[in-house]
Every structure is written in C-alpha cells, then in structure tokens.
C-alpha cells in the first residue's frame, strides 16, 4: 500500500496525497485530514529511501539544476510519438513529468543518417545526458544497442530484448479484471478475440490470463477456443462465433482494428450489447462505442519518468542484474457495448456513448 492506493481512494493525484502527507498548505486541511485517515486505515508506512530521494530531488529545483534525458527509440523515424496517438500521450506524460522533476528531455534518433553507435554516444556524453527513455521497437525481438549500455535505460513496454529497466500495462492483471467484470454483469461464456501482434507485445500474458481465469472461475465448463488474428477477418470470425456462440467477447487488438471491428458488427446489425457483449483492450477506446480497457498512458509516461531519475539517483547505470518492472493497470471505460449490472460504473463524463 502506498501514495498511489491513497490517491486512488481519495480520488486525487498523486501530487496531491505527496502534499499532504507532508502537511504542505498547498492544499486544505480538510484534504490533509482526510489523507491522513485513509493513510491509517490501510496502515500506510512512507518509504524512507523514496523519500529521501523526492528530496534530494526537490533540493535540486530548488538550486534551479536541470538535468536531461534523452528520448530514444528503434523506430524508424525521428520522433514515433508525433505519428501515433498512443505514444504521442505517452510522451507529453513524460515531458510533464520530467519539467516537474527538474528534467527536460532531448530526443535523439538512433537510426539518423550518418549516426553510428559511437556517435550518438559521443552526443549525448556532450550533452551531460546520463539517463535514457525508450519507446521500444516495432520489432519484438530487438536487442537493445550495447554500446548503450553503460546510461541508466527505462523503456516502456516489452519489445526490447533483455535485462532493462521496464514500465509496461500489466496485461494479466487487465484481462482477468475484465473478465471479472463481465462475471459479475452476468456473463456466463466469453470468448476471446486476440491479435496475434498485441499478444506476442504482452509476452503471451493475455492468453495465459483467459485460461487461468476459465479455470478458477469454470473448471467443469467448456472453454471456447481462442481466436487468434492478425487483421479483422470477417469470414474466420463469423465461423467462429457461430460454432463456439459465446455470449461477450474480449476482443484484444489495436486501436485501428478495434474500430474496424465496430463498423463490422454495425454492417452485421448484431444487436450489442443484447444479442452479444463486448469489452475491448487496447491502446485507446475514444470513438468505438465499446466498453473496455484502455492503457493508462499518463501513468506510463509518469512512471518511467520517475523510475528513471530514481535509478539516476541511485548512479544505476549499464545492464541491471535484476531490473525493475513497473507494471501500469489500464483504465475502465464504460461504454455503450456491455448489459447494464445492477451498479454500472459510470462513464467519465456521466453518459455512456451509444454503440
């Protein structure tokens, strides 16, 4: 238990619980009090090397130091995050962030023309950068550049090959949560639809989590196989859901095919959630009408950030021999595609959308 569990409690940011705990009169005595009580209600106990490194951080804003990070990633292209909305949340997460912590970022493209390893070395040595941020690769079997092996390294995701500090969505813990939900709304056979592109990106976490789950909550029931795609198809689909006939589906893919999947079932005229519920996982919900998970990436980009300057601090540098996983539960949308329970979860905004 900790500041993150009081925050999720009370209902406010992390910042916030940080204030009071500490008794700032940045915020009312009527917050700090009520800090306070749920602090001891699930016996709180603040660690004392985060906290002595929160202040060495804040004597460092103080002195008005500013260090830098650097951005990397094995993409492609200069900045990933400006082509892809998920990155791109991921990214002002962390520049907010880092300006908060007294860091600013430099991103620095690896596969520039003209830049070998040792150069960028060379360049960010220049530079003063001693920590890196990495968004990965497309390639899931990437193996992380080892001439950079001597900065402190956070990446965000699994597709980085080795022993690197991590913040990933704790993709077990979302799918049987979902699967938890649909439980309780009354749902007796779901059936899951996974991209085989986002479960090799999980480390197979998905699956692992359908068949753990089906077998506490089902182990005398018949567990429908699961599908597996790379796009939409239509005709494997329709197949599928005839032969197993679950009455929600789990459909895990990317942002892209899960509104494709919308459209489809629209074309089909397959009542949801009536006739079949769905609840989606995937990188971001806004304008599918379904329910579902949706990766929390203000915590994804916040976390790595803070990971990093405690590994900084702590003069972590080169190749952990145990690194550090912090894994990031994504968010519950409650949209128009699930059976109303009795005690719905209201959306964000207090109206579900319409499928």
């Not at 609840?279 to 990093?308: C, K």
Request: charge should be positive; charged fraction near 25%; hydrophobic fraction near 40%.
């Amino acid at each position: 238990m900790g500041v993150r569990e009081i925050a999720r409690i009370a209902g406010l940011s992390g910042a916030a619980v940080s204030l009071a705990l500490r008794d700032s009169p940045k915020v009312s005595e009527a917050t700090r009090q009520r800090v306070r009580k749920i602090a001891r209600q699930i016996d709180y106990r603040p660690n004392a090397r985060f906290a002595e490194l929160m202040a060495q951080i804040r004597a460092a804003r103080a002195g008005r130091i500013e260090g830098c990070f650097g951005v990397i990633s094995l993409y492609d292209q200069p900045r990933p995050w400006e082509r892809s909305p998920h990155l791109s949340a991921i990214y002002q997460s962390m520049q907010q962030r880092a300006r908060e912590l007294g860091y600013r970022l430099e991103p620095v493209w690896l596969a520039a023309p003209g830049m070998t390893r040792r150069r960028i070395c060379s360049v960010l040595d220049a530079r003063g950068i001693e920590g890196l941020l990495s968004f990965g690769s497309p390639n899931l079997h990437e193996e992380f550049p080892s001439e950079l092996d001597h900065y402190a390294v956070v990446t965000v995701g699994l597709s980085i090959k080795g022993r690197i500090h991590r913040v990933t969505s704790h993709f077990f813990g979302d799918t049987i949560a979902t699967l938890e939900r649909l439980s309780g709304l009354g749902y007796r056979n779901p059936g899951l639809v996974l991209g085989n592109y986002e479960e090799a990106r999980s480390g197979g976490a998905h699956t692992g989590a359908y068949f753990a789950w089906r077998q506490r909550s089902r182990p005398r029931g018949r567990t429908i196989p699961i599908l597996r795609l790379d796009g939409l198809d239509e005709g494997r689909f329709r197949a599928w859901r005839k032969r197993q006939q679950p009455d929600v589906i789990v459909f895990i893919h990317t942002s892209d095919v899960v509104q494709e999947f919308a459209s489809f079932l629209r074309r089909e005229d397959v009542d949801v959630p009536g006739e079949l519920g769905v609840a989606a996982l995937t990188h971001l919900l806004d304008g599918t009408g379904f329910s579902g998970m949706q990766q929390n990436q203000p915590l994804l980009g916040a976390w790595a950030v803070e990971l990093l300057v405690s590994r900084v601090m702590h003069r972590d540098f080169g190749i952990p021999a145990t690194p550090h996983i912090e894994l990031v539960e994504s968010r519950w949308i409650d949209g128009a595609s699930l059976r109303r329970g009795e005690s719905p979860v209201p959306a964000a905004d207090g109206v579900p959308p319409t499928f």
